[in-house]
């Protein structure tokens, strides 16, 4: 199953994993539970399935594919910590496994402090199943976030798998970060340039995206600034851009004296 978004990451090849049962000799006892919190999971009843994903853990406590499933709806039920909890026990249990690796790495992404620990996990991962987009776009998003230039590397295979994937907003914005971050302003700006035929001003990091560009790689800082403030309203609501909320507070103070 193909991700065809940057802004959502959909079940891969990792979270199908968590619906195959055989990874545990005791795999047996828990099986039904693990097909019934499957269809549970199925059918939007996340809370079912967590019960039926715990019961499997109850009966075989060193199935992985109990564990991620368990991960994986405890992660829907907003409970984050089981979530992370299981998937580390998991992860011990079979440190090799891509599935395991992969909830890992993706639950340490959504953590800026963690968020190279998150890459460790997620290299492994990629290292075992090199044609998993939604790995290599957790990788790609990582990378631009730690500024690292490994992230042109992450994008161009997306591409050379589903050029569709990077067809958008969101994937041109990432390429033409990619490209900044290699120091290649041209390709950069080029890359900025296609996704602003793609603007929807209607996405919030759409209006980040669109600032950053005009402001650091066309150097217009005062033309940036009604995106800046755009994004600023539309995700004071929203936790997880606080950290963005502030480094774009902090860029305001810097451009609307010099814009006036």
């Given amino acids: 199953m193909k991700c065809k978004s940057f802004t959502v990451i959909i079940l891969s090849a990792a979270a199908v994993a968590f619906f195959s049962i055989g990874c545990s000799k005791k795999a047996k006892d828990a099986g039904t539970f693990l097909q019934l919190a499957a269809k549970e999971a199925q059918n939007g009843k996340n809370s079912d399935a967590l019960m039926l994903a715990r019961d499997a853990c109850i009966l075989s406590p060193d199935n992985v594919d109990a564990l991620l499933m368990r991960s994986l709806m405890a992660e829907r039920c907003n409970d984050r910590t089981l979530a992370m909890d299981s998937a580390l026990q998991a992860l011990k249990l079979a440190p090799d496994y891509f599935a395991a690796l992969y909830t890992v790495g993706r639950l340490y992404s959504y953590n800026k402090d963690t968020a190279a620990e998150a890459m460790g996990y997620l290299e492994k991962a990629y290292a075992l199943q090199e044609n998993d987009t939604n790995t290599l776009i957790l990788l790609a998003n990582l990378a631009v976030s730690l500024r690292s230039p490994k992230a042109l590397d992450y994008l161009l295979k997306i591409d050379s798998l589903d050029s569709e994937i990077l067809n958008s907003f ?91």
């Fill in 170 to 260: 969101e994937g041109k914005t990432m390429l033409g970060h990619a490209y900044a971050l290699r120091g290649d302003k041209r390709q950069a700006i080029i890359n900025f340039g296609r996704a602003f035929r793609d603007y929807d001003g209607q996405k919030i990091l759409s209006n980040y995206n669109f600032a950053v560009a005009i402001d650091c790689l066309y150097n217009k800082p005062s033309m940036a600034v009604s995106k800046y403030k755009l994004f600023l309203k539309q995700s004071a609501s929203k936790q997880e851009f606080a950290s963005l909320r502030k480094s774009v507070e902090r860029r305001l103070k810097k451009i609307i004296p010099r814009s006036r």
